[in-house]
């Protein structure tokens, strides 16, 4: 059962035996899709390994880390309608890229759906999958699931062309929520997001992790993300909550000095989101001021 729709993204930093398995899980897929993996200047041997292992695979090795843009990098070389983002920890079940497809095949509006999430080893759902499932912005009869302000990048398959015309992910977010600034981009040129319960997405998170550099990213992000597209009450609200239940530590201070520091670039750039954009932003912060999965704890 062979699908040429999608092709397979993957970023990868020092994480070789994981992204190794990941390879192996995602060559038994019937689809068969075409995989890219971009390489962020890792150390401990993942390009070689890649190459030595799946020689199938397309590498890219741009010689330093570029974070998410990794996945820009690999776009770029995409072929097919369709991109399927994927973690080196995490992979796509048997039949779920087929099945992406055909939910956007007919939904020519439709940029991206979003996939459940199991976690390994016990087949767990993620608690963010809650969120998702019960996703307070309303959205036309034809999606397929409940409408989204925001995805998940490694459980989500997207519309190439869709991805392209919004930029894909901005170089200055680097990885930690990075796509936040995208899914309003995307909204904001008439494009819907879903999410979609018959899609699955397995995650065995990966040891080689650093929780407070990505908890310092993910604030900082959000809150360039706030002020680069929410009208100016909106903005200052959110920064307020922000700072008010972020945890007191070194990790948010960082944050917060990091995201103030990068201010003249906010305002160069800064673009606000149509009213209707903005009203799913608010129903989705409302909703996330009362989400245990949306903490920034690490």
């Known amino acids: 059962m062979s699908d040429d729709r999608t092709t397979v993204v993957v970023i990868t930093h020092n994480r070789r035996k994981e992204l190794l398995r990941t390879l192996d899980d995602l060559a038994e897929l019937p689809e068969a899709p075409p995989v ?9 041997g993942t390009a070689e390994a890649v190459a030595h292992h799946h020689p199938g695979v397309r590498l890219l090795r741009p010689g330093r880390n570029l974070g998410a843009v990794g996945r820009n990098l690999a776009v770029r070389q995409v072929r097919t309608p369709y991109v399927a983002f994927c973690d080196d920890d995490s992979w796509w079940e048997p039949g779920a890229l087929s099945r992406a497809a055909d939910l956007l095949d007919p939904r020519d509006r439709l940029a991206a759906v979003t996939a459940r999430i199991l976690v390994e080893p016990g087949a767990t759902e993620d608690p963010i999958v809650e969120e998702l499932r019960n996703s307070p912005i309303p959205g036309p009869r034809w999606l397929p699931g409940p409408a989204l302000g925001s995805f998940l990048a490694a459980a989500t398959v997207l519309r190439t062309d869709a991805f392209r015309a919004a930029g894909g992910f901005c170089p200055r977010l680097w990885l930690g929520g990075e796509e936040e600034l995208l899914a309003a981009d995307l909204a904001a040129d008439g494009w819907w997001l879903a999410y979609a319960e018959e899609l699955t997405v397995h995650h065995r998170p990966s040891p080689v992790r650093d929780p407070t550099r990505r908890r310092t990213h993910g604030i900082r992000n959000t809150l360039w993300f706030t002020w680069l597209r929410r009208p100016a009450p909106a903005a200052l609200r959110r920064t307020l909550h922000l700072a008010r239940t972020v945890p007191r530590d070194r990790a948010s201070l960082r944050a917060f000095g990091e995201a103030a520091a990068g201010l003249p670039w906010v305002l160069r750039e800064r673009t606000v989101v149509p009213p209707e ?12 001021r009362h989400s245990r999965a949306r903490q920034y704890t690490g």
């Open 36 to 44: 890219i993996v971009t390489d962020n200047a890792s150390t401990d």
């Open 277 to 288: 954009v903005e009203a799913r932003l608010k129903l989705l912060e409302h909703a996330q």
